[in-house]
């Protein structure tokens, strides 16, 4: 059995048939290990791990900006341990989680990654690896471009500790000897500008079998001594601290959520800290001086043996001209039946289905583009949740706005880590006219909707879109996700129902078929789930296949539990953090959990009940998460065309159920085991599937 499999199969929990919910925590870091697996996996090529190792970084900042911060500002808050009944887990058994996860990924880095692309005549140099020749350029570079935008403080009373920046590249120094003034100020702190890249190239002359890199943290390092002319550098580390990111308003008194929310984003970078990061080599008073400053406990001090932000790799992957050392060019297909005629013409006829990132996303842009320049379109509405700096739907609607359509925009400004975006372009859109709103306040507007009124023959005839993910054009090429185009009636007015509902606040009309979170949605996927386990008590098939990013929320597990205990089959792919304990006999024993971790990011929600062979199939925007189903705007939605109904299930659903390469298996324990060929079958993988099937033929 290869590492990466030894790694990802290690128990997340104790077994204890007392206890039938996993931790959630502790399965988000499962997952961790089950991304960290495609950096180890030697198939894959090595660009790639690489970016797979720096995603597992990114990942690991924001489960500790995020999750971590929140138990801890709970548990302050109720002074004891947090978490809901069946969830709680001591922080100590997620620390130690996280140490092994961390200094796993410090091992690949540095003994199968790095070298590797040496081998490749990629080099990223230390000071100790760089010949003469290239540490003068670095000492050149150094006094160049380096020096004269570093500010070291040496701290005494006029100098205090200075404010750090949330994940912010940082060094401490300890010096000896006197300073200028006579006086032994013996600790000194310096910030690496932002304004510097963190992968610095040296010139091509300077390596004979390829290329050479080196970090700013290195070339800082080298030079450390240079800044404190007279004194004595006695020891010395990088560090960086993460901090609480969690922004927070007050839902009862807040007046004007885009001005509340601003506020806390200038102060979002100091939140209270929650991790440090040193050098492995750092000296233990240096340290433990940095954790005081901080009040950060011993047990969330992480030593690394290499950058202490490895997201910041990711510079490195850009910059290498490799192909191969990349997975090979991707091209999305554009459906044929759009390039027949106007999108207006051919949904008033039937609906269309994509499929992302198998197929082009610029469908969507075009519908919007579409409505911002037809006569005929007297309104546009969109939801609005991550959508990036660029977007050219954004600029369609603004141009909608500029030729006097009614344009509505709802803006979520709570979306993590966008919110400085979302607010932007919603300044944009005021400016020029468009009605923007920002959703409820206290629940977050995740709804992927956009509507088009359109007047035809002297009526009024709705068009819609409706999806599982973002309208953001980097999101779209690398994150699996369904969107449906359609003019139905049944499905587009409950949509203007819902933009109704989230401009006017008021109760919303009963929706036909969209399920609405928080109305509606938990409660018909448990009323969903029971008919199952109801039609299988009758001795008839019940039969349930759902695909997700998380599985959490407690009502709907026990839901499931008591589906499978009817003799209902369940299939559950989840992504990532899953609660429910899948495979124990008298409690789940019909229900298998897989997690499918692969080249494109899994982002697809589907829901398929059998219903005595209704077939039911439903699409959504949420996860069966609590915070999904009763802290959010969200929508689940039908497909009821017969022939893109059998489209979802033969795309969005069987193929990851018969992948053997990408898949991992949960056990009852927590952990989980990758997923291979057996006896004679063939190797399988759901993404490579699709993108052989669906792909444009250029990408074949």
């Known amino acids: 059995m290869d590492q990466r499999v030894k790694a990802a199969r290690k128990p997340a929990v104790a077994p204890d048939a007392a206890e039938i919910f996993l931790n959630r925590e502790l399965s988000q870091l499962a997952f961790n290990r089950r991304v960290l697996a495609q950096a180890e996996d030697p198939e894959i090529p090595l660009l790639e791990r690489l970016r797979f190792l720096c995603i597992v970084s990114s990942n690991l900042d924001e489960f500790f900006e995020v999750r971590i911060a929140s138990m801890l500002a709970q548990d302050q808050r109720e002074g004891n341990t947090p978490g809901t009944p069946g969830f709680v887990e001591p922080l100590e058994r997620i620390d130690e989680e996280c140490h092994q996860l961390v200094e796993r990924q410090y091992a690949v880095l540095n003994q199968e990654i790095l070298p590797q692309l040496a081998l490749h005549g990629i080099h990223l140099l230390r000071h100790q690896d760089r010949n003469e020749a290239q540490r003068a350029w670095v000492k050149s570079y150094f006094e160049r471009e380096v020096r004269p935008l570093l500010t070291p403080i040496g701290l005494d009373p006029a100098h205090p500790f200075p404010q750090v920046v949330n994940k912010s590249l940082n060094f401490i120094v300890q010096l000896a000897g006197k300073d200028a003034f006579g006086r032994s100020t013996a600790i000194a702190i310096l910030k690496a500008p932002r304004v510097l890249p963190r992968i610095i190239k040296l010139p091509p002359e300077l390596c004979e079998d390829g290329m050479a890199f080196c970090l700013l943290s290195s070339v800082i390092h080298a030079h450390i001594a240079d800044l404190f002319a007279g004194r004595e550098v006695l020891g010395y580390s990088q560090f960086r601290v993460t901090r609480n990111s969690d922004l927070w308003v007050d839902d009862e008194e807040v007046k004007n959520l885009r001005e509340a929310l601003q506020s806390e984003l200038q102060t979002r970078s100091f939140g209270f800290g929650v991790r440090l990061e040193v050098a492995k080599n750092c000296p233990e008073y240096l340290s433990q001086f940095l954790l005081e400053q901080f009040a950060i406990p011993m047990h969330r001090l992480y030593h690394v043996d290499g950058p202490v932000n490895m997201v910041r790799l990711l510079e490195l992957v850009d910059y290498v001209n490799a192909p191969t050392l990349r997975f090979a060019p991707f091209s999305p297909s554009f459906p044929a039946r759009l390039a027949e005629g106007g999108i207006f013409s051919i949904l008033g006829k039937q609906d269309v289905l994509l499929h992302h990132p198998f197929q082009s996303f610029q469908p969507v842009v075009d519908f919007i583009r579409s409505a911002a320049s ?160 109801r039609i299988a008590r009758e001795g008839r098939p019940g039969r349930i296949i759902a695909k997700m990013n998380a599985l959490l929320d407690e009502s709907v597990i026990r839901a499931l539990y008591g589906a499978s205990d009817a003799g209902v089959k369940i299939d559950l792919i989840v992504r990532g953090a899953c609660a429910l304990r899948p495979g124990v006999p008298g409690l789940s024993e019909n229900i298998k959990v897989r997690s499918i971790i692969g080249r494109f990011l899994e982002h697809t929600r589907i829901f398929y009940f059998r219903n005595d062979l209704a077939h039911d199939v439903y699409l959504s925007s949420a996860d069966w998460m609590s915070r999904n189903l009763f802290r959010r705007i969200e929508v689940a939605f039908p497909v009821l065309d017969k022939a893109l109904k059998k489209r979802v299930i033969t795309e969005g659903l069987n193929p990851y159920l018969k992948d053997n390469l990408n898949a991992w298996e949960l056990e009852p324990d927590g952990g989980y085991h990758h997923r291979t060929p057996r006896g004679k079958q063939k190797p399988y993988g759901a993404q490579q599937t699709l993108m052989q099937t669906l792909g444009s033929p250029l990408a074949k």
Do not use: C
Not at 515 to 520: D, I, M, Q, S, T
């Open 374 to 533: 037809d006569a005929n379109v007297l309104a546009i509405k969109q939801t609005i949740y991550r959508t990036g700096m660029n977007s050219d739907l954004m600029e369609a609607l603004i141009t909608a706005a500029q030729q006097g359509k009614e344009v509505t925009v709802v803006v979520e400004l709570m979306a993590r880590f966008d919110e400085e975006a979302n607010i932007n372009w919603a300044e944009r859109l005021e400016r020029v006219g468009a009605q923007v709103v920002y959703g409820v306040v206290g629940l977050k507007t995740h709804a992927k909707l956009a509507l088009v009124l359109r007047r035809e023959e002297g009526n009024l005839r709705y068009y819609a879109h409706l999806g599982t993910g973002n309208y953001h054009p980097t999101t779209t090429k690398f994150y699996t996700d369904f969107g449906l185009l359609t003019s139905r009636p049944e499905l587009t007015r409950d949509v203007n129902e819902v933009f109704l509902h989230l401009t006017s606040l008021a109760r919303p009309k009963k929706l036909n078929h969209l399920w609405l979170a928080p109305f509606a949605l938990q409660k018909e996927l448990i009323r969903s789930i029971q008919n199952e386990a």
